[in-house]
């Protein structure tokens, strides 16, 4: 009998792992599609950075604290063209600081919603 009880817990275990994994990527889909919407109604491109392969020299173009501050990173890089996804777009100092890179950098930018 205790070997039978083990085996119920074992797959009940295995069961709430799997509805945990189920769970989560059911989360992680309804945000995708909050954003996306976000982003239509905004008139702004969307992009899923999770199945959007970014080169690490090309992340390294803001700084992580200017990344962090501004909730912003560059996903590509051409010369000075440059794409941005930007997780919050009413980010009150985020207009001032895109003009700035505009400015300091003359890049000429791309930005695109990620939520």
């Given at each position: 009998?205790?070997?039978?009880?083990?085996?119920?817990?074992?797959?009940?275990?295995?069961?709430?792992?799997?509805?945990?994994?189920?769970?989560?990527?059911?989360?992680?889909?309804?945000?995708?599609?909050?954003?996306?919407?976000?982003?239509?109604?905004?008139?702004?491109?969307?992009?899923?950075?999770?199945?959007?392969?970014v080169?690490?020299?090309t992340?390294?173009?803001?700084?992580?604290?200017?990344?962090?501050?501004y909730?912003?990173?560059?996903i590509?890089?051409?010369?000075?063209?440059?794409?941005?996804?930007?997780?919050?777009?009413?980010?009150?100092?985020?207009?001032?600081?895109?003009?700035?890179?505009?400015?300091?950098?003359?890049?000429?930018?791309?930005?695109?919603?990620?939520?």
């Amino acid at each position: 009998m205790p070997n039978e009880n083990k085996n119920i817990h074992e797959i009940h275990g295995a069961h709430e792992e799997d509805v945990r994994r189920i769970l989560a990527k059911m989360k992680h889909e309804s945000e995708e599609q909050q954003a996306a919407a976000i982003a239509a109604v905004l008139k702004l491109p969307y992009i899923d950075l999770n199945i959007f392969p970014v080169d690490p020299e090309t992340l390294r173009t803001i700084s992580k604290s200017d990344a962090e501050k501004y909730e912003l990173v560059c996903i590509q890089r051409s010369g000075k063209n440059v794409a941005l996804a930007l997780a919050d777009i009413a980010n009150p100092d985020l207009a001032e600081y895109l003009k700035k890179l505009e400015k300091e950098e003359a890049w000429k930018q791309k930005a695109l919603t990620e939520y």
